[in-house]
T-cell receptor, first 114, second 115 residues
């Protein structure tokens, strides 16, 4: 069964600095997708970034980028130039092409200090 | 295009009562997913439905929980005879296809509190 592990329950970053959130996953499949979702206090789940496993190039979305290491089954999220609005819970998620459900890690709570 | 709409946002029930949670997917989306989130935990998959069909209910407790997505109207997650352990945030998500790489669009969730 696929599992997603986020080993950092909490992280803190100074405004304008860079922070990296870790995520590892376990799977025997070769074709899958990885996601980072942000959940602010409003509880709304917002997609931050998406990576296709068959693509070697790391996905980027403005200040957000990933370091995808397929062999190591690692999918970390880097947030550059952190802003106060980035403060939220961040969830790493895995979804295989053949399966219906999206599996989530336990989350990392990110605090941004002014 | 309105997002995924869930109601109510908060629901309080006493033990033994029934809870009905509603989800209207985004316009044009015919695939609905329900997730449960316990405090300080990630979302746990419960059930996946298409219009009038349950496709995958492997994450759904065998008793007291049921879900439907009728031809007309919202998807309903129903919990009968609620217990305190059912207290959680329940999220609905939708997608236009069942492709594995498709991102899910989430609602804001229903917070169920069982007294």
């Amino acid at each position: 069964a696929q599992t997603v592990t986020q080993s950092q329950p909490e992280m803190s970053v100074q405004e304008a600095e860079t922070v990296t959130l870790s995520c590892t996953y376990d799977t025997s499949e070769s074709d899958y997708y990885l996601f980072w979702y942000k959940q602010p206090p409003s509880r709304q789940m917002i997609l931050v970034i998406r990576q296709e496993a068959y693509k070697q190039q790391n996905a980027t979305e403005n200040r957000f980028s990933v370091n995808f290491q397929k062999a190591a089954k690692s999918f970390s999220l880097k947030i550059s130039d952190s802003q106060l609005g980035d403060a939220a819970m961040y969830f790493c998620a895995y979804r295989s092409r053949s399966n219906n459900d999206m599996r989530f890690g336990a989350g990392t709570r990110l605090t941004v200090k002014p | 295009n309105a997002g995924v709409m869930q109601n109510p946002r908060h629901l309080v029930r006493r033990r033994g009562q029934e809870a009905r949670l509603r989800c209207s997917p985004m316009k044009g989306h015919s695939h609905v997913y329900w997730y449960r989130q316990l405090p300080e935990e990630g979302l746990k998959f419960m059930v996946y439905l298409q219009k009038e069909n349950i496709i995958d209910e492997s994450g759904m407790p065998k008793e007291r929980f049921s879900a439907e997505f009728p031809k007309e109207g919202p998807s309903i997650l129903r919990i009968q005879q609620v217990v305190r352990g059912d207290s959680a945030a329940y999220f609905c998500a939708s997608s236009p296809t069942d492709r594995g790489g498709e991102k899910l669009f989430f609602g804001s969730g229903t917070q169920l509190s069982v007294l």
